[in-house]
Structures are given as structure tokens and as C-alpha cells.
């Protein structure tokens, strides 16, 4: 099983990023899946679920109307639109899914995400003034 991230870069403010997420050797139509982030030097703030999808579509309220997660069963992959970056948008960006019936309705909480079934190796977005 494995997730690889991609698209990430250098992006000034008010720009726009594709994120994708591949992810092989899995049923994929069977796994809730969703991105998360991790601003760089604040790890004890834990990685946020930013956007998910389990029997809705989830979006934090920080990207909301921003960003827009897409779930392509033909490709197995995952991907994150997001336009009129902000420099706070700044992080590590990461893909992660999983099976359990616990993120069917619910994204998974920061604490949650280092238990997470699959979990992608991370791409990084820089958004500058």
C-alpha cells in the first residue's frame, strides 16, 4: 500500500496549486480519504484534516470556498485544487485514508492522523506575500 503526494511548490499569495495523491494497493473505493496539514516548526500543533471525504465531503473552515477535494476512482487518485492561496496556507501537506467506519461521517482529529491506515510521504506549499 502507498500514497504518494505530489504538486506542491513556491506560490505567491492569491495564486492556485493541484495537489494529487496516488494511492495503489488498495480497494480504493473502499477507503474514506482525505488531506491534511502541518505548518513547519509548529508540530506540537499536530496535523489538521483540512478537507476529507466519507459519506459527505468535509472542509475546514480555513480553506473553505478555496479548495476543493476530488476523488478520481478511474486514476486512484486523490486531489486537492486550491486557489487564492494565503501565506498562512504555508505547510507540509499530506494525503492519508483509511477504512474505518469511525471517519465514515467524521474527519479524522489531529491525534488521530498518525494512526491513520495509509499515509503519504507529504509535499510542501509555500505561499509568499
Known amino acids: 500500500v502507498q500514497a504518494v503526494a505530489s504538486g506542491g511548490g513556491v506560490v505567491q499569495a492569491g495564486g492556485s496549486l493541484t495537489l494529487s495523491c496516488m494511492l495503489s494497493?488498495?480497494?480504493?473505493?473502499?477507503?474514506?480519504m482525505g488531506w491534511f496539514r502541518q505548518v513547519p516548526g509548529k508540530e506540537r500543533g499536530g496535523v489538521q484534516c483540512?478537507?476529507?471525504?466519507?459519506?459527505?465531503?468535509y472542509y475546514a473552515e480555513s480553506v473553505k470556498g478555496r479548495f476543493t477535494i476530488t476523488k478520481d476512482s478511474a486514476r486512484y487518485t486523490l486531489t486537492l485544487q486550491m486557489n487564492n492561496l494565503k501565506p498562512e496556507d504555508t505547510a507540509m501537506y499530506y494525503c492519508a485514508a483509511d477504512q474505518s467506519g469511525a471517519y465514515r461521517n467524521n474527519p479524522p482529529r489531529r491525534q488521530a492522523y498518525s494512526y491513520l491506515e495509509v499515509r503519504g510521504q507529504g509535499t510542501l506549499v509555500t505561499v509568499s506575500e
Open positions: 494497493g488498495l480497494p480504493f473505493d473502499e477507503y474514506f
Open positions: 483540512i478537507s476529507w471525504i466519507g459519506s459527505s465531503t
